[in-house]
């Protein structure tokens, strides 16, 4: 190992060094001064609403036949872990009040901005 590969930003996290520590060294000479730093903070976003948005995007029959064998739909969040279900009957209620095109942000948006001042 020669000394270039001592200063790799995997063998630097390894030591123990910070992400600024980091780009001090990798950009030594270069005046790097570091702006607004941060503390990451974990936050999700994912939500009910989100879940039976996906819902929605699928073909009808497929959300019908999930509930027919499982009798609920149950989604996990792949960032946070959360579990969400939901029976049948409040999938059902879902699909009547549901408008828009799930497809589309905006629809989307618009269909949480009426549901929250109702």
């Known amino acids: 190992?020669?000394?270039?590969?001592?200063?790799l930003p995997a063998n630097l996290m390894l030591e123990g060094q910070t992400p600024v520590d980091i780009?001090?060294?990798?950009?030594?000479?270069?005046?790097?001064?570091?702006?607004?730093?941060?503390?990451?903070?974990?936050?999700?976003?994912?939500?009910?609403?989100?879940?039976?948005?996906?819902?929605?995007?699928?073909?009808?029959?497929?959300?019908?036949?999930?509930?027919?064998?499982?009798?609920k739909i149950e989604a996990r969040c792949e960032f946070c872990g959360k579990v969400y279900r939901m029976g049948p009957d409040e999938v059902m209620k879902r699909f009547a009040e549901a408008s828009g095109d799930p497809s589309k942000d905006e629809d989307f948006e618009n269909e949480l901005k009426s549901k929250a001042s109702e």
């Open 23 to 71: 780009a001090t060294i990798l950009l030594d000479g270069l005046g790097m001064e570091p702006l607004n730093q941060i503390t990451p903070k974990e936050f999700c976003e994912c939500s009910e609403e989100k879940l039976f948005r996906s819902l929605r995007l699928l073909p009808r029959e497929e959300v019908d036949d999930v509930l027919k064998m499982e009798g």
């Open 1 to 7: 190992m020669n000394g270039e590969d001592l200063a």
